[in-house]
């Protein structure tokens, strides 16, 4: 990346905003505009700071190292730190999260996302942005992050929080375990009055990231924003193993919906989603790779899929690629569920690296049925 003028007045400003970088360790020298290590940086929420990361697949056993599936499982005890380190407690930046598992794409590759967050944690402190679980602002990070690196990719998964994803799949689990009815009408309804909302706040992320880089004296040309979507992370009511009836799908294979609902969230709301990012990303000039499917028939509970045994042990090939709703806190934490586990977050690793080599045109990533996370390939979106 050529060097620009005025690059080298964003170290000031960098050094200012540094605090609470935990995540990224400066070099021991101020590099020079342009000509630092390059970087690929991770910002946004916990699909893509690594969450649930911890899970290699799904197993029924609660006890010792799940069959092979509890990662934090130190051979006498549980330590979260082994797959999230000092954000264990916090962010939950995983050592498989996509920026981790992409491979050598950079010289350096930095995560800045946090489980958990909004667009208001991206948006700089400046600009009314707020820190989030003590740490500054995203688009304060990424400061201090140019300033010492040539930046090359910014990928931002970001608007679920809004939406408020996670109290829909909530609703929707009560209403299957408790209420026994169906969430997607109303919820439907509380999608449709937020989205527009969500989507202004979307963009008003990326242009913080924009705002942040010609800041430091990037020119457009310089970097690339990848706005990615969401993928689904239960299946259709087709394609699920477990009957809608009786307790099943609650007890043993943790993905507690009615087919009417699970069949909403994967053909309505996920699909919604991903064409509103498309829309966002079009109109602030990004990038865009579409997840919806990148997990298909790698689900919770997907008939092409299936959890670990001591006899079945954890396969990338073959286990399931998001973590289950552990109704029972039996194991982890609950704020793991519905999340692409240590398999599915590699395989989005995949995603980010295909499209690194694709330096123009939205693209989707999907698998290879029968394969690995290695097996994803990218194709016209």
Known sequence: MPSTPHRALRALLALCTAAGLASVAAPA???????????????????????????????????GGRDGTDRAWTGSGY?????????????????????????????????????GATTANVVRAAQGGQAYK??????????AVAATHDVE????????????????????????????????????????????????????????IRAVM????????????????YPSP??????????????????????????????????SLVPQL?????QVAVAKGAQFLDLRDTLQGREVCAKASRQV???????????????WIDSQSTQGLVQESMHPNAYGQQALGRCLALIQAVPTGHRACRNTAGAGPSGMYLTAG
Not at 30 to 58: C, F, H
Not at 240 to 253: A, C, F, I, K, L
């Open 309 to 323: 045994t001591a006899a079945l042990p954890p396969s990338g090939a073959a286990s399931e690629w998001a973590r």
């Open 29 to 63: 020298a101020q590099a020079s505009p342009g000509s630092g290590p390059t970087a690929v940086v991770a910002m946004g929420d916990s699909y893509i700071s690594g969450e649930a990361g911890r899970w290699l697949g799904n197993s029924l056993t609660n006890s």
């Open 134 to 143: 003590g740490e500054a602002p995203q688009a304060d990070q990424l400061a």
């Open 214 to 229: 010609t800041g430091a004296g990037y020119a457009a040309s310089d970097y690339r924003i990848v706005l990615q979507s």
């Open 153 to 208: 990719l910014i990928a931002l998964s970001i608007g679920g929080n809004d939406l408020g994803f996670a109290d829909i799949i909530t609703t929707c689990a009560t209403d299957y375990i408790v209420w026994y009815s169906y969430c997607h009408d109303d919820q439907q309804a509380e999608v449709d009055a937020r989205i527009d909302g969500v989507m202004a706040g979307v963009g008003k992320a990326v242009d913080e």
């Open 274 to 278: 991903a064409n509103r990012l498309r």
């Open 234 to 267: 239960i299946p259709r009511a087709a394609e699920n193993r477990y009957s809608e009836s009786g307790w099943s799908r609650t007890n043993t294979g943790g993905c507690p919906f009615w087919n009417k609902d699970s069949d909403w969230a994967r053909d």
């Open 79 to 115: 330590d979260p730190s082994r797959v999230y380190g000092p954000t264990a407690g916090g962010c939950h930046r995983s050592d498989v999260s996509e920026v981790r598992s992409a491979g050598p794409i950079a010289s350096t590759l930095i995560n800045l996302a946090c489980s």
